[in-house]
């Protein structure tokens, strides 16, 4: 479980996050949503320490995150597998080093361990074989999966994942949101997900936090989003004509 109280982050003047308090469960999707620029990946990298709050605090397991240094930090960042928003792969490196680089980093494991648990988590994301690839030569799908691979590669307890589905056609997007979705339960990790995909909140929002002028304005299901009268969120949410096609189904089975 992950718990945030009360976070504030600045840049010089402007003040994107104006106190969040969020808990995210373990074995569970849970999705930051809101407009572009509404503090999505600031929130995402406060938790995870990219970003030092200015104020409020991060708990990993009722562990005070916030409060910790640098050398404390490291066993909880060992349980932490990121995908970010653009996958950020090594581009000079094959599929293969890009898993191994950050078992190098983190763990003593032999070359044969860390091929062999490369190999493993390849082929949990269906890419078996490909580790000779170069990321120039995978289509976007591909290369979201890679960064999935890597990040599950440290057996995570706590897996974070920035616009997974960005750059995808909805197909490949599903499926994604899917292994995401079965590698939370596999793991029980707790899983925080960014997203503005509204095909992953109807797919994956058990749990769904919407940011708008630095607060959380909303929390709920992705069923309780189809029945709320919070304005903010309606303009966000329902901008979206699946949304709205979904919200219509739901008054006529009323
Ligand atoms: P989102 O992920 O929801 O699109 P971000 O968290 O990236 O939004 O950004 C929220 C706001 O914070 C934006 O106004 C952005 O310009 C600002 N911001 C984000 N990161 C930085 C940074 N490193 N330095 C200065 N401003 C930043
Ligand atoms: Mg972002």
């Known amino acids: 479980m992950i718990e945030v109280t009360n976070i504030h982050k600045s840049f010089g003047d402007n003040l994107v996050l104006d106190g969040i308090d969020a808990i995210f469960e373990p074995g569970k999707v849970s999705l930051i949503i809101g407009g572009s620029g509404s503090g999505k990946s600031t ?68 070359k044969a361990e860390k091929i062999e648990q490369a190999n493993f988590c390849l082929e949990r994301v269906n890419l078996a074989g490909k580790n000779k690839l170069f990321p120039s030569e995978l289509s976007g799908g591909m290369k979201k999966r890679v960064g999935i691979a890597r990040a599950i590669s440290m057996n995570p307890k706590y897996l974070f994942c920035d616009e997974p589905n ?13 292994l995401i979705q079965d590698l939370t339960e596999e793991y029980k990790c707790t899983t925080v997900v960014v997203t503005h995909d509204m095909n992953s909140v109807m797919g994956i929002g058990d749990y769904i936090l919407f940011l708008y002028q630095g607060k959380k304005y909303w929390e709920g299901s ?17 901008a979206s004509p699946l949304m709205k096609a979904a919200r219509e189904t739901l008054k006529i089975e009323d």
Do not use: Y
Request: proline letters at 3%.
């Open 43 to 110: 929130l995402l990298k406060c938790i995870v320490g990219l970003h030092q709050p200015n104020e409020g605090k991060v708990f990993f397991d009722k562990k005070e995150f916030t409060k910790m240094n640098f050398e404390e930090k490291v066993p909880i960042r060992k349980e932490i597998g990121m995908l970010f928003q653009n996958s950020a792969l090594f581009d000079s490196m094959t599929v293969e080093q890009n898993i191994v680089f950050t078992l190098d980093m983190f763990t003593d494991m032999s």
């Open 166 to 178: 960005s750059g995808l056609d909805p197909a490949t997007s599903i499926l994604i949101d899917e």
């Open 222 to 238: 992705n069923q309780d989003m189809l029945k709320s009268d919070n304005k903010e969120l309606n303009d966000f949410v329902f």
